[in-house]
């Protein structure tokens, strides 16, 4: 997977004047039946296609573009995440992200609320990413209207029939970084460290299988002179670690290639998209064993470092380093009863 992120400049608008809505994304690894090894849900469900969800996708982007233009006509060059062999539960995850923000967005914009149907984690087909997008697609056009914004026709190309799931997940990434510009939530430290304490509590559930283990390990010391650039390479090896347990244990995960890192002086959104994803993957094989307790919710801890942020990451990278240890060789995990 390669991140070409860049954070959006601050704008002079109403909408900045917001609280801080906090972290937004709560949403895998380890105790995985090697029977569960994860199918193609997608090519289960006969009446909806990846086409479907990509056109779905590029429509609520199409109107996002135009929005952003209005209300933030200073904007940096957007940004870009590129994934491949992405599964519909890992689309869901960003789809959740999409509607979180576009529900902002339009209660920014039209003071209204509109509830989020209930998800799952685990046996996610398509129809479950189809509804989280049409909804937020809803939120969007909302906006559009009460604003005046009539976008021009999309371009016929969005319907090329070969369009993939991983299509629509890179698509869906730029959506929710134009979100970001226009709700004026920059990707900070906070939420980040969220992101991280959250995949902690998931990679202690599964160490509690093991009796003995370190379920949360001591921190490293504080390094203040620790960047972004240093924040990715960390939170990449622990996606690594994470892609040896899953082998371990008969599970796919997302294509990561961080090999050409374009990263900025700031905190910036790369670092949180990566956090999220790794959350996801824990979240994902701690829902597929139901003998599991639940993981504690994430909290808004308030304004972090990059350098506590890093330190918070240690801890996670130690629990990954004793899950690799315990699934080498022995897939234990993959004996967990659903």
Not at 82 to 89: F, G, I, L, Q
Not at 158 to 179: C, G, H, K
Not at 220 to 227: A, F, H, K, R, V
Request: hydrophobic fraction near 40%; proline fraction near 7%; aromatic fraction near 6%.
């Amino acid at each position: 997977m390669q991140y070409f992120f860049n954070k959006s400049l601050q704008k002079e608008h109403s909408l900045s004047h917001r609280p801080h809505p906090g972290p937004a994304f709560l949403g895998l690894l380890l105790s995985v039946l090697a029977s569960l090894w994860a199918p193609n849900t997608w090519a289960a469900t006969d009446d909806i296609t990846p086409k479907d969800v990509y056109v779905e996708v590029a429509m609520a982007t199409h109107h996002l573009r135009y929005i952003l233009e209005q209300l933030n006509p200073v904007q940096l060059p957007k940004a870009r995440i590129h994934v491949d062999n992405a599964e519909p539960r890992e689309m869901l995850f960003q789809a959740q992200t999409l509607y979180r923000l576009s529900d902002q967005l339009a209660f920014d914009i039209t003071y209204t609320r509109q509830l989020a149907p209930k998800t799952k984690r685990i046996d996610v087909v398509a129809a479950d990413v189809l509804e989280m997008i049409e909804l937020s697609r809803t939120r969007i056009e909302l906006v559009s209207e009460t604003l005046g914004i009539t976008p021009p026709p999309l371009d016929a190309e969005i319907t090329q029939p070969d369009r993939t799931l991983s299509d629509a997940f890179n698509l869906m990434v730029e959506a929710n970084s134009i979100l970001n510009q226009i709700v004026h939530h920059p990707d900070q430290p906070r939420d980040v460290f969220s992101q991280v304490t959250l995949a902690i509590g998931y990679a202690s559930k599964l160490l509690s299988q093991y009796p003995g283990t370190h379920r949360i390990p001591e921190a490293d010391t504080p390094n203040l002179t620790i960047s972004p650039p240093d924040m990715q390479i960390r939170l990449t090896q622990c996606f690594e670690r994470i892609r040896l347990i899953a082998e371990n244990s008969n599970t796919q995960v997302l294509d990561l290639d961080a090999s050409d890192l374009d990263i900025s002086s700031n905190f910036t959104a790369s670092v949180f998209h990566l956090s999220s994803l790794i959350v996801s993957e824990l979240s994902y094989l701690h829902a597929s064993n139901d003998r599991l307790q639940p993981a504690v919710p994430a909290f808004d801890p308030g304004p972090k470092t990059a350098a506590e942020v890093y330190q918070r990451t240690g801890i996670l990278m130690n629990q990954l380093d004793q899950l690799v240890q315990l699934t080498t060789g022995i897939p234990k995990l993959a004996r967990g009863v659903r």
